[in-house]
């Protein structure tokens, strides 16, 4: 069957609500909003099936979704562009970069989650350092870079090592 736009656009509406209803089921959440959850898993998939320019689309509406009815936090527009917008556009973006071989998703999910984590990580250094604890993870916390590596990575390389396992469980490529 071939792949028309509105195929296309009616399947990122269904993985995009797929990826809302994910994100409700939390594995683990931080205290100011980095939580491990499986929302990642739909927005991947349909990139990898059709690239990173349509990738990209369904993450930006993923991201602005959250940021309008999702448990956020934001303190000011900064935080709202890159930890919902930008993130998620780079998830989809990044997912699907590569050819649409067999292994792509597995390619396309460190490559999606590592953009998404930078886009956190910059953030989480440049405003959200600013209110960094005096301890995190039983360290002393001197540096906001660092701070955010630790508060980042920790919800975010679970979330793609959560992905890669889920794939290799159950993908099938078409």
Known sequence: MKNTKTKMLCEAAIFIAMAEILSLIKLYEFPNGGSVTLEMLPIILFAARYGCGW???????YGAITYLIGNKFSIDWTTI??????????LGFGAGLLPRKSWSVYAGTVIGGVLRFLAHYVIGAVVWGKWMPDTFFG???TSPWF???LYNGSYMLPDILICLVIFALLYKPL
């Open 55 to 61: 990738g990209a689309g369904p993450g930006l509406v």
């Open 147 to 149: 701070y955010s590596l």
């Open 139 to 141: 360290m002393t916390m």
């Open 81 to 90: 562009i890159c930890d919902y917008f930008l993130a998620y556009t780079l």
